[in-house]
């Protein structure tokens, strides 16, 4: 079992940056992928980012790549979001998922572990 627990949302303008991160409570935080999906009001939640469990598998979602930078601390069991040159269009929940000995996959099905979600909301 993984209990996953998201922070740093907030409210930001058009530009600006945040960094979510992700504390994971388990023993087997290196044997995890972990992924950030978000999800805004009406919408399908959609994948962002993931990073493998070795760390080496990195993928993201063409809306963000170039803007957002996931990686992962094994000495704090954490998983970070950095945000740059945020859009209104970003404005959701942003949740984060763990994958046993996973690959760094898109679709969140293939995610066993969910945290709560953190909301991001940027004002143009």
């Known amino acids: 079992q993984v209990q996953l627990v998201e922070s740093g949302g907030g409210l930001v303008q058009t530009g600006g940056s945040l960094r979510l991160s992700c504390a994971a409570t388990?023993?087997?935080?290196?044997?995890?992928?972990l992924g950030w999906f978000r999800q805004a009001q009406g919408n399908e939640r959609e994948f962002v980012a993931a990073?493998?469990?070795?760390?080496?598998?990195?993928n993201y979602a063409a809306t963000v790549k170039g803007r957002f930078t996931i990686s992962r601390d094994g000495a704090k069991n954490t998983v970070y979001l950095q945000m740059n040159s945020l859009k209104p269009e970003d404005t959701a929940v942003y949740y984060c998922?763990?994958?046993?000995w996973g690959g760094g996959k898109t679709d969140y099905a293939s995610y066993d572990y969910w945290g709560q979600g953190t909301q991001v909301t940027v004002s143009s």
């Open positions: 998922a763990a994958d046993f």
């Open positions: 388990t023993r087997t935080f290196s044997r995890y992928a």
């Open positions: 990073i493998s469990w070795s760390g080496v598998g990195i």
